[in-house]
Antibody, heavy 121, light 110 residues
Framework: QVQLVQSGAEVKKPGSSMRVSCKTS????????ITWVRQAPGQGLEWMGR????????HYAQKFQASVTITADKSTSTVYMELINLRSEDTAVYYC??????????????WGQGTMVTVSS | QSALTQPPSASGSPGQSVTISCTGT?????????VSWYQQHPGKAPNLMIY???KRPSGVPDRFSGSKSGNTASLTVSGLQADDEADYYC??????????FGGGTKLTVL
């Protein structure tokens, strides 16, 4: 059974960058894609983008094209999500999640525990 | 991409059925049979309940069912139980290797 374990909570200053990690275990890292979803306090889920680790191919929501970079380290089975030029509106819980089967974006069946990022001066 | 439209709230008494709608466009919900539903309890990560419009992952009770008509998908929870009280989110493949979520529905078991 695949498990996703994310890095811990962070507090960041406006204008800075953040990087959240998502370490996978219990499965074949290259057989699925990892997606990132965020949830602002009291708000809904927002899809940010995804990576297919085996080839490093990424796709992003239009909103995040210029501000998010998702990378994968195959040697440690870890996916990273970097968000630059942080603003207070980026305060949210960030989740990584695994695609249900293969690389297609039909559903996400395993989720990380979430990482709370607070952007505050 | 615009978020899919869900009612902010829904409610039902124990044992009753409740249906939550999720409305999109022909570019997402209406264009693909890749609608999924997630249950989220407070402070927890989302949990996949339905995928590919109407399929249930193993372990999800058959009280949960999904359907779609045109640009609107629906999640029906029958035989409501106290633990069903949670937020529910729909999502859909939106083409171009992107996904869009709904705004979420808070289900209250009266």
């Amino acid at each position: 059974q695949v498990q996703l374990v994310q890095s811990g909570a962070e507090v960041k200053k406006p204008g800075s960058s953040m990087r959240v990690s998502c370490k996978t275990s219990g499965g074949t890292f290259n057989s699925y894609s990892i997606t990132w979803v965020r949830q602002a306090p009291g708000q809904g889920l927002e899809w940010m983008g995804r990576i297919i680790p085996i080839v490093g191919l990424t796709h992003y929501a239009q909103k995040f094209q210029a501000s998010v970079t998702i990378t994968a380290d195959k040697s440690t089975s870890t996916v990273y999500m970097e968000l630059i030029n942080l603003r207070s509106e980026d305060t949210a819980v960030y989740y990584c999640a695994k695609t249900r089967e293969g690389y297609f974006l039909d559903a996400f069946d395993i989720w990380g525990q979430g990482t709370m990022v607070t952007v505050s001066s | 991409q615009s978020a899919l439209t869900q009612p902010p709230s829904a409610s039902g008494s124990p044992g009753q059925s409740v249906t939550i709608s999720c409305t999109g466009t022909s570019s997402d919900v209406g264009g693909y049979d890749y609608v999924s539903w997630y249950q989220q309890h407070p402070g927890k990560a989302p949990n996949l309940m339905i995928y590919d419009v109407s399929k249930r992952p193993s372990g999800v009770p058959d009280r949960f069912s999904g359907s779609k008509s045109g640009n609107t998908a629906s999640l029906t929870v029958s035989g409501l139980q106290a633990d069903d009280e949670a937020d529910y989110y729909c999502s859909s493949y939106a083409g171009g290797n992107t996904v869009v979520f709904g705004g979420g529905t808070k289900l209250t078991v009266l």
